[in-house]
Nanobody
Framework: QVQLVESGGGLVQVGNSLRLSCAASGRTFGGYVLGWFRQAPGKEREFVASISWTGGTTGYAGSVKGRFIISRDNAKNTVDLQMNSLKPEDTAVYYC????????????WGQGTQVTVSS
């Protein structure tokens, strides 16, 4: 089992930056794709970014590409999401997730951390 715990959320003004972090326990990240998702009030959960287990491949939703950066440290069992140039529409609960290759579904989720961008 993998337990994921997010941290770093909070209230930030438009245009500013925030860094989210997700720590894993239970086992190492080896062989896991890690991702960040978010869910805004009244909306479905959506994909934000993902990173391969080697860190060599990343993917981003179009709405955050060029503003957000995902990174991971397998030695520390952490995955971070650096969020820059934040917009009000980035307001959501952000979730860290993991999927074990070769499965396609994310089977492990954190409890989420709130990010609020005020204008």
């Amino acid at each position: 089992q993998v337990q994921l715990v997010e941290s770093g959320g909070g209230l930030v003004q438009v245009g500013n930056s925030l860094r989210l972090s997700c720590a894993a326990s239970g086992r190492t990240f080896g062989g896991y794709v890690l991702g960040w998702f978010r869910q805004a009030p009244g909306k479905e959960r959506e994909f934000v970014a993902s990173i391969s287990w080697t860190g060599g491949t990343t993917g981003y939703a179009g709405s955050v590409k060029g503003r957000f950066i995902i990174s991971r440290d397998n030695a520390k069992n952490t995955v971070d999401l650096q969020m820059n140039s934040l917009k009000p529409e980035d307001t959501a609960v952000y979730y860290c997730a993991a999927r074990k290759l070769p499965t396609l579904d994310y089977g492990y989720w954190g409890q989420g951390t709130q990010v609020t961008v005020s204008s």
